[in-house]
C-alpha cells in the first residue's frame, strides 16, 4: 500500500514514515497524475472535499496529524511491518541504508556518537538516523494506533 497524502497531510506523512509505510507527499501544484494511481496500490488521502477524481481517495476529518492517524488505523494495521520500523527517511520517503558508525562521526552530535552502536543513512538526502531518533516517539505510537489488534 502506498499511502499518498496531499499538500495539508505533510505531518501525517511523516508518521507514517515513522511506522516504516510508504508515504508520498503531493506538494503545492504537483500533478496527482504523476504518483501511484489507485490500481498501483495507492491510497489517496486527503483534507479537501470534492477529491474524487483518482477513485480511491480518502477525507481526512481531523486536523491534528496524531488523530489523523488514528482515522486511518484500519489501513495502518493492514499494512504494518515491525521489521521496517526505522526504515524510511522521515523527509523523503527513501529506504534508510545501514552505515558504519565510523563513518558518522563528524556527521552526528558527540553524545549521539557515543551512545549508539547502529546508523542508517538516507542515501538521497544524506539525513542521518540512529536507534533512539525517532523510536522513542514512534513506540507509543505503535502502542496506540497498532496495538490491542
Ligand atoms: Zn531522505
New binding site residues.
Partial sequence: MIFVCDVMLGKLARYLRMLGLDARYVRQGEDIAFFPAPSEGSLFLTKRRGVTSCGRALLIKADDPKEQLLEIKKYIRRHFDPSALMSR??????LLADIPKEDIEQLVPEYVFHHHERFKT??????VYWEGSHADEMRAWIDKVIGNR
Fill in positions: 527517511c522521515l523527509d523523503c520517503n527513501t538516507c542515501p538521497s538526502c544524506k539525513k
